[in-house]
Nanobody, 115 residues
Framework: QVQLVESGGGLVQPGGSLRLSCAAS????????MGWYRQAPGKQRELVAT???????VYADSVKGRFTISMDNAKKTVYLQMNTLKPEDTAVFYC?????????WGRGTQVTVSS
């Protein structure tokens, strides 16, 4: 079993930056991939970015060039650096991990982009 705990969410102005962190605990040796999904009000949860333990990354088209995902493979901690934030980025961001995508989920952290 794996537990995921997110941190770093909050309120930021449009054009600003924020960094999210997610620390894994438990059977961390089973983790091959970690990533971030988000769910905006009235919408379904969707992929933001993922990364594997060999460094392969996937980004949603809407965040390419603005967001950067990274992972400390030894600690199984994943980060999401978010720059040039837009109001439409406002959502609950969820950390995920697993041997493949989506085996485990965090409880989420709120990101609000507003002036």
């Amino acid at each position: 079993q794996v537990q995921l705990v997110e941190s770093g969410g909050g309120l930021v102005q449009p054009g600003g930056s924020l960094r999210l962190s997610c620390a894994a605990s438990g059977n961390i040796f089973s983790i091959n991939t970690m990533g971030w999904y988000r769910q905006a009000p009235g919408k379904q949860r969707e992929l933001v970015a993922t990364i594997t333990n060999v460094g392969t990354t996937v980004y949603a088209d809407s965040v390419k060039g603005r967001f950067t995902i990274s992972m400390d493979n030894a600690k199984k901690t994943v980060y999401l650096q978010m720059n040039t934030l837009k109001p439409e980025d406002t959502a609950v961001f969820y950390c995920e991990a697993g041997q493949i995508r989506g085996d485990y989920w965090g409880r989420g952290t709120q990101v609000t982009v507003s002036s």
